[in-house]
């Protein structure tokens, strides 16, 4: 333990002995806000309910592992991947929520013509690649949704997904080759 973590690593001990005060103190006064500020980073206002649930998960996942902080590093820090796991966890629901994807929602908030043939030609387009990304292996379609879609950078979606990001570059590389595959067997496009 780390001397200038010493009162973090003093309130953790209290809350795992049942102090309702220390509990208080740390997740009401230092966590919450925390957790929160960095949910509302991750979910669009429309989303409230992912964002809610997203920190519900962290102050569970933070809690059951709290017997693991050990007082070197500052709680917030220690804390840090919890929160991106939750996140992670809850984008994920979000995004593949009864086998649909969030592009379902990106298609139907443009303002397509019908009258406009360019237009109907793009919805249709949307619609394949909606139906294409689905086939793709899990880890393919979330690296593409999150980079394309959501437009993470590489490194953060490499944070969100605990691997490299040499990895995460070879999945969107993978994917878009597999993507690719998948349309041009289904036929032309147009």
């Known amino acids: 333990m ?17 102090d309702k005060n ?5 997740f009401l006064n230092i966590l919450k806000p925390y957790i929160e500020g960095m949910c509302a980073k991750a979910f669009l206002p429309k989303h409230r309910e992912s964002f809610k649930d997203s920190v519900m998960e962290a102050i569970y996942l933070i809690y059951s592992n709290l017997k693991k902080y050990r007082g070197d590093a500052k709680i917030t820090s220690w804390c ?18 009864e086998k649909s994807v969030e592009i379902e929602d990106i298609i139907e908030n443009r303002e397509f013509s019908s009258s406009d043939e360019e237009n109907i030609i793009k919805k249709f387009m949307y619609k394949k690649i909606e139906k294409s990304l689905l086939k793709l292996n ?23 997904e605990k691997v490299s990001e040499n990895t995460v570059k070879s999945w969107l590389k993978r994917g878009k080759k597999k993507l690719k595959k998948i349309i041009e067997e289904e036929g032309d496009v147009w």
């Open 2 to 18: 780390k001397k200038e973590f010493k009162e973090d690593f003093q309130l953790v001990q209290n809350v795992l002995k049942g």
């Open 22 to 26: 220390s509990w208080d103190a740390l």
């Open 80 to 97: 840090y991947y919890y929160v991106l796991e939750a996140i992670r966890k809850e984008r994920e629901k979000l995004i593949f929520r």
């Open 138 to 160: 899990k880890n393919y379609r979330r690296a593409i949704l999150l980079h394309f879609v959501e437009g993470y950078s590489i490194p953060q979606i490499s944070k969100m």
